[in-house]
């Protein structure tokens, strides 16, 4: 069993477009994050959420808009595609908060904006 | 703000040798400080990490320290093997409650 599962593991549009990547936790975690990876591999946390509830958002475009209907999902919806979106995006989750626990990060949607 | 330091970029070693990564942070309120190991297209996955009350951690082949005056940590991998080859990331709190931040990874490489 795949412990934080995200689909699509691939996603490819064009700019312009509005895409949704869904993330789903099955450890019974209290906090869930999205981060992004880009090109150089530098990771950067983007959402953090505590029992559905947001409780970091970094300096990332409001084209950016987390939802979280229970605190076992965290979906990421994206508007208006640009091509500096393309990166890989990883959702994760921890028992608590990140100070605390350790993250699990599931495999990644790989995000190609043309 | 938390920044992280990490050096060298990119390590090369022969299987069998040492292998040390090493990081600096600026948050003197910084209080966990884990290490994550990102093999070729996968996740990343905690390896060790460590806490601001000790100065060494051990698990089998991995060892982290931490120097809280200096405010440096350093992954120490011995016997290395080619699957060792990863990229690996050290991260530290932003303030003693704060989210992770990453430094910017180091590409280490195992020949055999």
């Known amino acids: 069993d795949t412990a934080v599962s995200q689909t699509p593991k691939y996603l490819v549009t064009q700019m312009g477009n509005d895409k949704s990547i869904k993330c789903e936790q099955n450890l019974g975690h209290d906090t869930m994050y999205w981060y992004k990876q880009d090109s150089k591999k530098f990771l950067k946390i983007m959402f953090s959420?505590?029992?559905?509830?947001?409780?970091i958002n970094e300096t990332v475009p409001n084209r950016f808009s987390p939802k979280s209907p229970d605190k076992a999902h965290l979906n990421l919806h994206i508007n208006s595609l640009e091509l500096g979106d393309s990166a890989v995006y990883f959702c994760?989750?921890?028992?608590?908060?990140?100070?605390?626990?350790?993250?699990?990060f599931g495999n990644g949607t790989r995000l190609t904006v043309t | 703000g938390e920044n992280v330091e990490q050096h060298p970029s990119t390590l090369s070693v022969q299987e069998g040798d040492s292998a040390v990564i090493k990081c600096t942070y600026s948050?003197?309120?910084?209080?966990?400080f884990p290490w994550y190991k990102q093999e070729l297209g996968k996740r990343p996955q905690l390896i060790i990490d460590i806490r601001s009350n000790v100065g060494e951690k051990k698990d089998q082949r991995i060892a982290v320290t931490l120097n809280k005056t200096a405010k440096h940590f350093s992954l120490h991998i011995t016997e290395t093997q080619p699957e060792d080859s990863a990229v690996y990331f050290c991260?530290?709190?932003?303030?003693?409650?704060?989210?992770?931040?990453f430094g910017k990874g180091t590409k280490l490489s195992v020949k055999p």
């Open positions: 959420y505590n029992n559905k509830e947001l409780i």
């Open positions: 948050d003197s309120a910084s209080n966990y």
């Open positions: 991260a530290a709190n932003k303030g003693s409650q704060g989210n992770l931040i």
């Open positions: 994760a989750s921890s028992q608590e908060g990140q100070a605390r626990s350790p993250l699990h």
